[in-house]
């Protein structure tokens, strides 16, 4: 049996899902991408609040809570704010490519393919390397969002709303 890995970009979902007007349900995209093989591993990448906003965190803690009781590891950083003293511009940060990256190499002696929700144009040097051992890489996202360049380097794209009716999260009424 074949096995597969998920590594989730949460900030380029994040985005994603604010385009498309609905959200995915993360254990929907577990089981529907590991249906028929073996998990290896479902990580998740993403910034988190800063401190002083108490709602924001409460509100990601139960997020997290809910990712690692799905099966998820999650990997997060506070968000940092950078302000910029001349133009008193501030903007946000919170990248994880870095760690997402070292954790895609540092496994992937025990998956034969992956599933990144990810289109980050800077992710195309790690596929490669990933392809060259003989891992296939699939990539999924929003077209609009993602360069023809990683299109065409990942094993498949992905377009996130061609799977909409098997990850969307339902709610309860």
């Known amino acids: 049996m074949s096995s597969i890995a998920l590594f989730i970009d949460g900030a380029n979902m994040f985005y994603a899902q604010r385009e498309q007007g609905w959200h995915i349900d993360w254990r929907s995209v577990r089981d529907h991408f590991s249906a028929g093989k073996q998990l290896a591993g479902a990580w998740y990448f993403t910034a988190t609040p800063s401190a002083g906003n108490r709602d924001a965190v409460e ?80 990539s999924v996202g929003r077209r609009q969002m993602t360069s023809l360049e990683l299109i065409n380097t990942v094993n498949k794209f992905v377009e996130l709303e061609s799977v909409k009716n098997l990850i969307e999260k339902r709610y309860k009424k």
Not at 81 to 101: A, C, F, M, Q, Y
Not at 106 to 128: A, M, N, Q, Y
Request: proline letters at 2%; one cysteine or more.
């Open 59 to 138: 509100k990601y803690r139960g997020f997290r809570t809910a990712l690692i009781n799905i099966g998820y590891s999650v990997t997060d950083k506070e968000i940092h704010v950078i302000s910029d003293p001349t133009t008193g511009h501030t903007r946000v940060k919170g990248n994880l490519d870095v760690e997402l990256v070292f954790r895609m190499l540092t496994t992937s002696s025990t998956w034969d393919e992956c599933v990144l929700f990810g289109v980050d144009i800077d992710f195309i040097p790690v596929i490669k390397h990933l392809q060259n051992l003989g891992k296939t890489v699939i």
